[in-house]
């Protein structure tokens, strides 16, 4: 589903004549699942970004072609999608449902393909001006998104042009992994596939970590196996502990490269 986002903070953006990607991540009940990840891949581009507090994620300078996109967090069942198309100048969406925990692999469920037209509502110039994202679902039928989920919307879109700022500021602290790398080398598992067919090599993965610490984005730099990026990308997103980087004396978001070279039979840092 190709979306139009029309936000003014948008429109001055170096990366809008790439494409976007966002979407959110719900349980069975409609919940949202802050947390999980969810991994965006083709054969140039292999990025994960960890869903907020009310399950929204979001990519930004996706480069035009199809992707698989996977979501996976401990207690459900990896969900996959397969051949997602990102165009130039235009935002997808994609929604996901994760099932019960059962050990296995889903399909992707519940999502349907929309186009998004943005209208502005006419305000007297005393109010505040309010922008309305008026969607078309697959029969035709008109729907607008609520305010609330403009705003988080909105709201990742920013984290994550700050989490691009990152690459670029000198910080006086740089993050650190909290027990150093032996508690991370302790959390990984050898995926039992990855065992089976002989599959080693080394990942080396830049997280992006939040002024509390915990990751935000993960950028795979150098991929071995999708089965050893995923481990790689799961422990790092679900075990590791960060400190975060200081900037003027605060937090602030940092970034740290980790590598991680997985032989049979131990998991060598």
Same mark, same amino acid.
């Given at each position: 589903?190709?979306?139009?986002?029309?936000?003014?903070?948008?429109?001055?953006?170096?990366?809008?004549?790439?494409?976007?990607?966002?979407? %959110?991540?719900?349980?069975?009940?409609?919940?949202?699942?802050?947390?999980?990840?969810?991994?965006?891949?083709?054969?140039?581009?292999?990025?994960?970004?960890?869903?907020?507090?009310?399950?929204?994620?979001?990519?930004?300078?996706?480069?035009?072609?199809?992707?698989?996109?996977?979501?996976?967090?401990?207690?459900?069942?990896?969900?996959?999608?397969?051949?997602?198309?990102?165009?130039?100048?235009?935002?997808?969406?994609?929604?996901?449902?994760?099932?019960?925990?059962?050990?296995?692999?889903?399909?992707?469920?519940?999502? %349907?393909?929309?186009?998004?037209?943005?209208?502005?509502?006419?305000?007297?110039?005393?109010?505040?001006?309010?922008?309305?994202?008026?969607?078309?679902?697959?029969?035709?039928?008109?729907?607008?998104?609520?305010?609330?989920?403009?705003?988080?919307?909105?709201?990742?879109?920013?984290?994550?042009?700050?989490?691009?700022?990152?690459?670029?500021?000198?910080?006086?602290?740089?993050?650190?992994?909290?027990?150093?790398?032996?508690?991370?080398?302790?959390?990984?598992?050898?995926?039992?596939?990855?065992?089976?067919?002989?599959?080693?090599?080394?990942?080396?993965?830049?997280?992006?970590?939040?002024?509390?610490?915990?990751?935000? %984005?993960?950028?795979?730099?150098?991929?071995?196996?999708?089965?050893?990026?995923?481990?790689?990308? %799961?422990?790092?997103?679900?075990?590791?502990?960060?400190?975060?980087?200081?900037?003027?004396?605060?937090?602030?978001?940092?970034?740290?490269?980790?590598?991680?070279?997985?032989?049979?039979?131990?998991?060598?840092?």
């Amino acid at each position: 589903m190709i979306i139009a986002l029309v936000f003014s903070f948008l429109l001055s953006d170096p990366a809008v004549s790439q494409g976007r990607l966002f979407g %959110r991540v719900v349980d069975e009940g409609g919940k949202p699942v802050p947390a999980a990840t969810v991994f965006v891949s083709s054969g140039s581009i292999n990025r994960a970004a960890l869903t907020n507090a009310q399950g929204y994620y979001v990519f930004l300078g996706i480069s035009e072609g199809k992707y698989s996109l996977k979501v996976f967090k401990t207690g459900f069942p990896k969900t996959i999608r397969e051949g997602i198309a990102i165009a130039s100048n235009s935002t997808a969406r994609h929604d996901f449902k994760l099932g019960e925990a059962s050990g296995g692999v889903q399909a992707a469920s519940v999502v %349907r393909e929309r186009k998004k037209e943005v209208t502005k509502t006419a305000k007297p110039k005393s109010e505040k001006p309010t922008e309305t994202i008026v969607v078309k679902n697959e029969v035709g039928e008109a729907e607008e998104l609520d305010e609330t989920e403009i705003e988080e919307i909105k709201k990742a879109e920013e984290a994550a042009k700050e989490e691009e700022q990152a690459l670029t500021t000198a910080a006086e602290k740089e993050v650190a992994i909290e027990g150093g790398i032996t508690a991370i080398q302790k959390a990984v598992k050898y995926p039992e596939t990855a065992v089976n067919l002989k599959i080693e090599g080394k990942v080396v993965v830049r997280v992006f970590v939040g002024r509390d610490g915990s990751p935000l %984005r993960m950028d795979v730099m150098k991929s071995a196996h999708e089965l050893l990026d995923e481990e790689a990308l %799961r422990v790092l997103s679900e075990n590791a502990k960060f400190t975060p980087a200081v900037v003027n004396g605060q937090n602030a978001i940092g970034v740290i490269t980790v590598p991680i070279t997985f032989k049979i039979g131990k998991v060598v840092w």
